[in-house]
């Protein structure tokens, strides 16, 4: 099972709003409900942002927000903040009843 | 308090072995699967594996890249899963969390523990 395809960076500046891509397959991302996102900081635990596409778990603020369309699922950020800057994560879970991530995408806010 | 607490790691040689343990409050075991995940140092999260709860037979499922070599089971009276790593290489070099998903949405980690270093060097 291959790594779910992110870009390796993203930018923006505070207040601007950005869009992580997550492409798979109809194996993965394309054939479930099941794709989450994650937003990483180094050293600590990774924290769930989103969960069967779209759906935010309680406390997670609503400038987060999820979508997918065929293979490809999406996070978006609005009204970016400096707390943002970290690591973000999709996941999927699959055909063979695994689960895979993508590769990761580092956010910088300007 | 919902949560999960990794113990276990530490140096290793390669070809050695290592069980790590993943204890969990009572509150979320029963309903849910534990997954390992590990993030060497510099790369991304990699999803190791899962087993699920006794309701589902206790099935496990793992990443294909590590070939037979670990182990993912559960002692429901202790509320902990493990991990069996063995054949360990260099490349097992890394951060090794726990983490659960509910029985009804594989794939939703919440919450995670706070990880344990695995270092495999001779």
């Known amino acids: 099972q291959s790594a779910l395809t992110q870009p390796a960076s993203v930018s923006g500046s505070p207040g601007q709003s950005i869009t992580i891509s997550c492409t798979g397959t109809?194996?993965?991302?394309?054939?479930?409900?099941?794709v989450s996102w994650y937003q990483h900081n180094p050293g600590k635990a990774p924290k769930l942002l989103i969960y069967e596409v779209n759906n935010r778990p309680s406390g997670v603020s609503d400038r987060f927000s999820g979508s997918k369309s065929g293979n490809t699922a999406s996070l978006t950020i609005s009204g970016l903040q400096a707390e943002d800057e970290a690591d973000y994560y999709c996941t999927s879970y699959t055909s063979t009843s695994t689960v895979v991530f993508g590769g990761g995408t580092k956010l910088t806010v300007l | 308090e919902v949560q999960l607490v990794e113990s276990g790691g530490g140096l290793v040689q390669p070809g050695g072995s290592l069980k790590l343990s993943c204890a969990a409050s009572a509150f979320i075991y029963s309903d849910s699967a534990i997954h390992w995940v590990r993030q060497a140092s510099g790369k991304g999260l990699e999803w190791v594996g899962r087993v699920r709860n006794k309701a589902n037979s206790y099935s496990t499922a793992y990443a294909a890249s590590l070939k037979g070599r670990f182990t993912i089971f559960r002692d429901d009276s202790k509320n902990t899963a493990y991990l069996q790593m063995n054949s360990l290489k260099s490349e097992d070099t890394a951060v090794y969390y726990c983490?659960?998903?509910?029985?009804?949405?594989?794939?939703?980690?919440?919450?995670w523990g706070q990880g344990t270093l695995v270092t495999v060097s001779s």
């Open positions: 983490t659960r998903s509910p029985y009804f949405s594989p794939g939703m980690f919440d919450p």
């Open positions: 109809t194996n993965d991302v394309g054939g479930y409900k099941y």
